[in-house]
């Protein structure tokens, strides 16, 4: 673990972006039960955040994908974010939606993209990969470059480390499981008798149930 990784997770649970509840789970869009949930949008009404934020998903990318021609968001919970870090690196913007709008234009890609450009995609988080990774091809299938992902937040999952390298996608994220747990253990948010609860969770959370 880096020392930006634990600053940005100890950041993340103290505006409750990250809540994490052993005893009393949430359930997640898809049905999982869990005792974590994390929504980085949050980030966004905290200036100071937002901006830390801003600052080091655009240092990533300077550093890591400095060939990128456009950055784009994954709808919805990354449009800000790729939109601030563009306007940051004073690049193209364009942010991609899980499916085709249903009126229009019928737009899956809002925004312009060139054929040939080189393109680094913003995440907010990653669960499963899945959505993340539709917008991957959607670029692709537009006749661009994937350099990579950028994500604030990974959750660590087998599956969504095997998608990632099955696709080739080189994923880069600000912050992991494994440092919001010592962030929170440090802080008291969490004792060392939950740690088991979450690690058993993290290893099949589909099946998982309290």
């Known amino acids: 673990m880096n020392h930006l990784e634990h600053i940005f997770a100890a950041k993340l649970l103290h505006v409750k972006a990250i809540k994490l509840q052993p005893e009393q789970p949430f359930t997640w869009a898809s049905g999982w039960k869990s005792p974590f949930y994390c929504d980085n949008r949050k980030t966004l009404s905290f200036p100071d955040l937002r901006s830390f934020v801003k600052i080091e998903l655009t240092r990533v990318i300077l550093e890591n994908f400095p060939d990128c021609d456009a950055v784009a968001g994954v709808a919805t919970g990354a449009i800000a974010q790729g939109a601030l870090v563009a306007d940051m690196l004073g690049k193209p913007f364009v942010y991609v939606r899980s499916k085709p ?88 948010y969490i004792t060392e008798a939950q740690v088991p609860l979450l690690h058993e969770w993290r290893a099949n959370p589909a099946a998982w149930q309290k």
Not at 159 to 174: D, E, M, N, P, S
């Open 101 to 188: 709008k249903d009126h229009g234009l019928e737009n899956l890609i809002e925004g312009e993209l060139k054929a040939g450009q080189k393109v680094v995609v913003v995440e907010d988080l990653i669960s499963t990969g899945g959505s993340s990774l539709k917008a991957v091809e959607a670029i692709r299938q537009a006749g661009c470059e994937v350099l990579g992902m950028v994500a604030s937040y990974t959750y660590g999952f087998d599956v969504a480390v095997q998608a990632f390298a099955k696709a080739g996608v080189r994923l880069l994220t600000l912050t992991n499981y494994e440092a919001v747990l010592a962030a929170a253990l440090e802080t008291g």
